[in-house]
């Protein structure tokens, strides 16, 4: 009789313990540290997931392919800041997945720059001069021994040398409006796991949601965020302006067809398609006014 309330009083004990800690997502953020993709687990710190009864276990990737397939597989429910070019190719080729939310509009981490002493302050200097292509970090390196005049690079790369003057930032890729209005990274669920929970997807929507803004009007998330990064609070202030709350809006997928003609464009697609081709692919599953 002992034994049996032992058990009884175990299994209660568990089952409350895993009431507590809320039901579990398990979420891909891919490359860790970056400003736009840490809303998730800057929201679970904050305690907005659990106010939702929900547990992020978050797994870290190195995007691109491998955040996809995360998804895709099944091994994550959701993953975030996921390339919509992969996406769109996967889903075509028959991938169960689904987008829920928009997750960088414009590419805001994008920027073009060159040596401060080199007097190119804008696009509009660059008359002349040599401009590189390629990977990122092979043209900051010729960029900063001086081999080419102008170069490109996203975050965290430059950050350093911005702070400490020896570069300058001459443009941005969202100073071309075509680009700034273009859903370029989205978050991403696995069809089954929206087909059998869509309650908590929608949840994890709303939680989200006030990470976001939550992101945009406390200081503290300048710790967070310069603690994933490495860097001081200033750097960590520095990096953020370049991420708008704008180009952050989760709530919209925009110039759908203009990322469309990119994917016939890159052959990621077999042929030109219309955003209705693809309608069943996206699905925001929740949006501010919404219960």
């Known amino acids: 009789m002992k034994r049996a309330i032992a058990v009884t009083v175990a299994g209660a004990i568990i089952a409350t313990a895993a009431t507590a800690r809320g039901e579990t997502i398990k979420l891909a953020i891919p490359q860790r540290g970056n400003w736009d993709t840490e809303i998730a687990e800057w929201g679970q710190k904050q305690g907005f997931f659990k106010e939702q009864d929900l547990d992020l276990a978050i797994t870290y990737t190195e995007g691109g392919a491998s955040n996809e397939q995360a998804v895709i597989s099944g091994s994550v429910d959701i993953a975030v800041g996921t390339g919509i ?4 190719s996967a889903y075509v080729k028959g991938a169960g997945i689904r987008i829920i939310a928009s997750e960088a509009t414009g590419a805001p981490d994008l920027f073009f720059f060159a040596l401060t002493t080199s007097g190119i302050k804008s696009m509009q200097d660059t008359h002349g ?18 081999q080419i005049d102008v170069g490109h690079s996203v975050l965290p790369l430059g950050l350093k040398e911005i702070k400490e003057g020896k570069i300058v930032v001459i443009a941005r890729a969202n100073d071309v409006p075509a680009v700034s209005n273009q859903t370029v990274r989205v978050n991403v669920a696995n069809l089954a796991f929206i087909q059998q929970h869509r309650d908590l997807v929608v949840r994890f929507a709303k ?27 200033e750097m960590a202030k520095e990096a953020s302006t370049f991420f708008p709350k704008a180009s952050m809006q989760p709530y919209e997928i925009r110039s759908l067809d203009l990322t469309l003609e990119d994917a016939f464009n890159f052959k990621r697609i077999p042929q030109p398609m219309k955003p209705e081709d693809i309608k069943d692919l996206i699905d925001i599953v929740w949006k501010p006014g919404q219960p």
């Open 207 to 233: 939680a989200y949601d006030k990470s976001l803004n939550w992101a945009y009007s406390d200081a503290k998330v300048l710790d967070y965020y310069g603690e994933g990064m490495h860097v001081s609070q």
């Open 129 to 146: 001069k040599t401009i590189a292509g390629g990977a990122i970090q092979g043209v900051f390196t010729q960029v900063m021994s001086g």
């Open 85 to 88: 070019l992969g996406i769109i």
